[in-house]
């Protein structure tokens, strides 16, 4: 542990900042799998509509920092390439 009182406040708000990014990478996943899940179902309705709530959830994730805009753009772009081919 550190001794000096700057670096005891850093390593606190690093580790409450890693556990923020780590779920809002896991909701990420979980959207992701849901689009997957309902484009594998061959159901459009609800693949459209989970592709909304993922690429909201992407947006969100770029917005605060946790994924590179390039990086969520590319996971909107494909997540929309596979609900449309499945149509």
Not at 20 to 31: F, G, L, M
Request: proline share 0%; no cysteine; glycine share 2%.
């Amino acid at each position: 542990m550190a001794n000096i009182k700057s670096a005891k406040k850093r390593v606190l708000t690093s580790r409450v900042r890693q556990e923020r990014n780590k779920a809002i990478k896991s909701s990420v996943k979980t959207a992701i799998k849901k689009v997957e899940a309902a484009v594998n179902a061959a159901d459009k309705d609800a693949a459209a509509k989970e592709l909304l709530n993922a690429t909201s959830i992407i947006d969100k994730a770029a917005k605060k920092g946790v994924l590179h805009k390039n990086n969520a753009s590319r996971k909107v772009a494909r997540l929309a390439k596979m609900v449309n081919s499945a149509q």
